[in-house]
């Protein structure tokens, strides 16, 4: 039992750790990234003892400043909501990363075999949604206690946006439910690992690439960054954080970052083969034109761990260079794309899904 | 629980019910401190969820006063205060101020300070845009067509810079001429730049103009008729939007504009109805290239018809003008520039009014926001393109 407790804490702590610090990084990604679109050089002056190292430590300096400034709260705000909003945005995003598994199960002799995932939960595509929507309280609260016309109306946004772009993004994952037939995303990932015709991995992407399109379109959506930033809408109602000050205001940006990461992670686990790397098995590789290389299980963790990695950064590259490229949807155009586009696409992927499944006769 | 009272036929014919429930509207106190009114503008607005009903401009947070400073300061020190109405296009109301003065007392301009003249206000008429360009982009969410208009427009600065010594308050037209001429290689590099700006035009255009997102986000919205446009006492790339083909360097040619050959690009309605956001957003973009066509007719002109050096008219130390009145009106990036002129033989104005662009066009916006969303109020206040430097003076 202690033996248990000791490997989940040190498992949750590790994921938090490396959470937090890519969200961390992620401040930097987003200045250089944007600065590479942008024709410009991007931050580069924090500097501890003259080294620069590209600017990496203006998240450090961001951390500081954050913690150091004034927690302004408004005149007749409601303290408690205001102090308790932006609590709420992180722990929910942050709890979400428990049900991802990130590698392989590692086996270290004289120990039960670990899971590399924090929480072995049986639902955990509904847990994850759970989580997911009660981040969106954060926002709501946030909005509401400020009493503020401007974040009040952030928040009103944020709640349509998340409750029309919730059904399509819970609909389109319906179909990767059918085809792995569990809603265990360990178990989803290891059922990726199989080839389709002995050469194709059958991963989200190939069997269900409608779902994806519609996944990864409503997932943005939920990240509340561009295209579909309206709760913060810089340019017309400045956000739901407006009245937000210090490291309050830290917490929201932090969220933001980390829902873009629980949403790469998610992206990756349900359509991009988790940790899987095609053609790589527990004993090693074995390619369908006939070779074989045998790795050991440390190997075989490192690189599911690595593969797992580089595909969720893969995904924050890519919401990253479309927040930086594309225009801020209107909020009617909003609600016509969650309702009248993606919803019924996401609806005619089960259908279609379901009669594939039954001609092919996986349906017992 | 809310009940239902009544059902209402609408004029499109639908059925709208009437539910027993208190609402309230909710009153959004947009600026002065607001990003997208660009400046110091104040708009209350008056919110039924996402949807306006009334909106009520408030002008005047950055009056200066600027025309009675006119009548204390002699001409020639009039010119930097004609910088700071409208800053982003300095030159051209130098160019306004210092024409008015030259109809009023006969001033002779030398040739080539004229083409200067033509040339500097045709760059700036591109860098102008540029900034509305990139705000513009900002205003729809859209943060880095900013960042490419701003590095074009960056060059331009620093062709003014080399001219005049300033960035962004020439007072490099003055009465009788312009105060330098060009320095050597000048005339090559703005050459250059106008053959990269109409490469990185297109850029622009499949950037922001182009976008799906941004069209859907323009089109249809604020939509102003010719006649409308009319009303409002439009001018500029305003009205032109709405299809009214009325520029004063076509309508009534000053400096050499007669001599130029250049179209006036005006809204068709392309996206979705004349008229709308769109239709101006590219009517400012069409003007660029025209622009850096002008630009470069008239450099080839300068150098090949006149002498280097004479740029300013022998005139008096302190320039007086006989009793006398004149009106000139220039087309600035954002619209008709007026300068009304009356001297009484003395080295200052005896009284000048200046008939500012975005004073005028921003007067539509009580009658253009009620009924569109809060984000259309943004793109819409983000087309017409003020600036308050100048609503106000």
Known sequence: MTELLITKVILAGFVVFAVLNLAGLHTWV???????????????????????????????????????????????????????????????????????????????????????????????????????????YGVIIAG??????????????????????????????????????TMDLGEIVDRQGHLIGGWLPMWGIVTQPIAFIVFTTAALAETKRAPFDLPEGESEIIGYFVEYSGMKFGMFFL????????????????????????YMAADGFHFPWGWDIPIDNWLYVLLGFLSFSAKTLAFCFVFMQIRWTLPRFRYDQLMDLGWKGLFPIAVVNVVVTAIIMTVMGKVG | MSQLTEERMLDSGEKELVLDVRT???????????????????VVLTADGEILTSADPHVGYIHRCAEKVGENVDFDGYIPYTDRYDYLSAMNNNVGFALVVEKASGLEVPPRATWLRMIVSELNRVASHLLAFGTYGIDIGAITPFLYGFREREWVLSLFEKICGARLTYSYAFPGG???????????EVLKFCDVFDRKWREYDDLLTRNKIFIERTKDVGSVTA????????????????????????????LFYDQVGFDVPIGRGEMGTVGDCWDRYWVRMAEMLQSTRIVRECVERCIKDTTPGEVMAKKPKTLKVAANEAYVGIENPRGELGHYLVTDGGAQCFRIKVRGPSFTNVSCLAKLLPGTMLADAVAIIGSIDIVLGEVDR
Request: glycine share 10%; with cysteine; net charge neutral.
């Open chain 1, 30 to 136: 987003e200045r250089k990234q944007s600065a590479l679109i942008q024709d410009r050089i991007g931050a580069n002056r924090a500097s501890i003892f003259g080294f620069r190292l590209f600017g990496i430590f203006h998240g450090i300096a961001d951390a500081l400043k954050m913690f150091t400034k004034e927690d302004v709260i408004p005149a007749g705000a409601n303290k408690t909501l205001h102090t308790v909003a932006p609590f709420f945005s992180v722990l929910f995003s942050l709890v979400v990363f428990a049900a991802i598994p990130f590698g392989p199960t590692l086996l270290i002799p004289g120990l039960e075999p670990i899971h590399l995932q924090v929480a072995k939960i049986d639902a955990a595509v509904l847990y994850i949604f759970a989580m997911l929507s009660l981040g969106v």
């Open chain 1, 144 to 181: 509401f206690a400020s009493r503020n016309n401007y974040a009040l109306m952030g928040g009103l946004r944020a709640t349509a946006q998340m409750i029309s772009y919730e059904v399509a993004l819970g609909i389109a994952i319906i179909g990767v439910i059918m085809v792995y037939g």
């Open chain 1, 255 to 278: 969220a933001d970052f980390l829902e873009t990461i629980v949403v790469a992670t998610l992206a990756t686990t349900l359509f991009f083969g988790g940790w899987q790397i095609p």
């Open chain 2, 24 to 42: 309230q509207d909710m009153e959004i106190n947009m600026g002065p401190q607001h990003p997208a009114t660009h400046g110091v503008l104040r």
């Open chain 2, 178 to 188: 312009v105060i330098n001429d060009a320095p050597g290689g000048w005339f090559d």
């Open chain 2, 227 to 254: 006649d409308q446009a009319r009303e409002f006492g439009w001018t500029g790339p305003c009205l032109r939007g709405s299809g009214v083909r009325y520029d004063l360097r076509e309508a009534q040619p000053y």
